[in-house]
C-alpha cells in the first residue's frame, strides 16, 4: 500500500501539460480546488471528470498511476461515505437494522465521496506534471509579493517541495524497514486494530533516525554547495509568462467560473 501513495512524485514527460509555467498549474489547481466547494449538484462534476481525463491524456499519464494514488485513501473515503449516509437527517428512505438511510443523507455522502476523490487525483497531477524545482520557484513567485510584509517567500517554497519530495523516499524507507522487521518474525498484519498499532512502534524508532540522517545530510550537501537562501539567488531557467500560458490560464479561469456559477443557478 506504501508504494500506491504517488503525492510528491514527479512523472516526467514532453506534453504540453508538463512545459505549462508552475505559477500557471499552482493557480490553476487552487480555481480547480475552489470549484470542488462550491458545487452542490451533479452535472458539474460531469465537467470536472472530462478536465481531468482531458490532462490526464495529453500529459500522457498512466490511467493505473492515477487509480493507484486512491488505493491508499479508499478506507478514508468509506468511512466519510458511511458517516454522512447515516448521520444526515432527511426523508427516509430505507433502515438497516438500527441505521436509517435518508435521501439527504444519501446525496450528501455520494457529493462527500466525489469531492474527496477529485480532491485527490486533482492535486496528484500537480505533483505528477510538475518537477520540485519547477515547484520550489512557481510558489517562490506566487509569494514574492508578500516579502514586503516579512513573509520568508523563498524559506517556505523550499520546505514545502523538499516535504513533498521526501514524501516518496520515506515511504521506500518505511518499507525496506517492514520488510527487513518481517523477516526477523514481526508482525504488522494479524490482531485488532489496536495490536496493528502497538507492533508499528518498533517502526517509527529507525524511520525518524533514517529521517534525521538524511535531513542532516541534505543540511551538509545545501551548505557544501553554499546555498545561503533566496537573497541573489540566480536560477537555470527563469520562470516567464508565454502567450500559451495565458491563454490556458485565461481558459481555465472561465471555465471553473462557469463551474462555480452553476451553484447560484
Known amino acids: 500500500m506504501l508504494k500506491d501513495i504517488t503525492i510528491g512524485q514527479y512523472f516526467p514527460g514532453d506534453s504540453i501539460i508538463h512545459k505549462l509555467d508552475p505559477r500557471v498549474k499552482i493557480l490553476i489547481i487552487a480555481l480547480f480546488i475552489t470549484s470542488l466547494f462550491f458545487i452542490n449538484s451533479f452535472y458539474p462534476y460531469i465537467f470536472i471528470l472530462l478536465f481531468i481525463s482531458m490532462v490526464v491524456k495529453v500529459a500522457s499519464l498512466p490511467v493505473k498511476v492515477i487509480l493507484k494514488g486512491l488505493k491508499p485513501l479508499i478506507f478514508i473515503i468509506l468511512i466519510t461515505f458511511a458517516i454522512n449516509i447515516f448521520m444526515t437527517k432527511g426523508e427516509v428512505l430505507f433502515n438497516i437494522g438500527p441505521l436509517t438511510v435518508t435521501k439527504e443523507g444519501l446525496s450528501t455522502a455520494v457529493f462527500m465521496a466525489l469531492r474527496l476523490i477529485f480532491l485527490i487525483v486533482g492535486t496528484s497531477l500537480l505533483t505528477?506534471?510538475?518537477?520540485?524545482?519547477?515547484?520550489?520557484d512557481g510558489i517562490e513567485k506566487l509569494l514574492s509579493p508578500f516579502k514586503k510584509?516579512?513573509?520568508?517567500a523563498h524559506?517556505?517554497?523550499?520546505m514545502m517541495t523538499?516535504?513533498?519530495r521526501f514524501i516518496p523516499t520515506l515511504l521506500e524507507e518505511t518499507d525496506k524497514i517492514m520488510k527487513a522487521q518481517m523477516a526477523r518474525g514481526a508482525d504488522f498484519e494479524s490482531g485488532n486494530i489496536l495490536n496493528r498499532a502497538k507492533n508499528l512502534v518498533p517502526l517509527l524508532v529507525p524511520l525518524?533516525?533514517?529521517a534525521f540522517r538524511r535531513a542532516d545530510e541534505l543540511a551538509t550537501a545545501m551548505e557544501a554547495r553554499c546555498y545561503r537562501g533566496g537573497d541573489h539567488r540566480t536560477r537555470l531557467n527563469d520562470l516567464k509568462l508565454d502567450r500559451k500560458d495565458i491563454v490556458i490560464f485565461t481558459s481555465m479561469l472561465v471555465f471553473f467560473g462557469l463551474i462555480i456559477s452553476t451553484r447560484y443557478m
Open 128 to 136: 505528477l506534471t510538475t518537477s520540485p524545482i519547477a515547484l520550489t
Open 208 to 210: 525518524f533516525i533514517n
Open 155 to 158: 524559506e517556505l517554497a523550499m
Open 149 to 152: 510584509v516579512g513573509l520568508p
Open 162 to 164: 523538499i516535504a513533498l
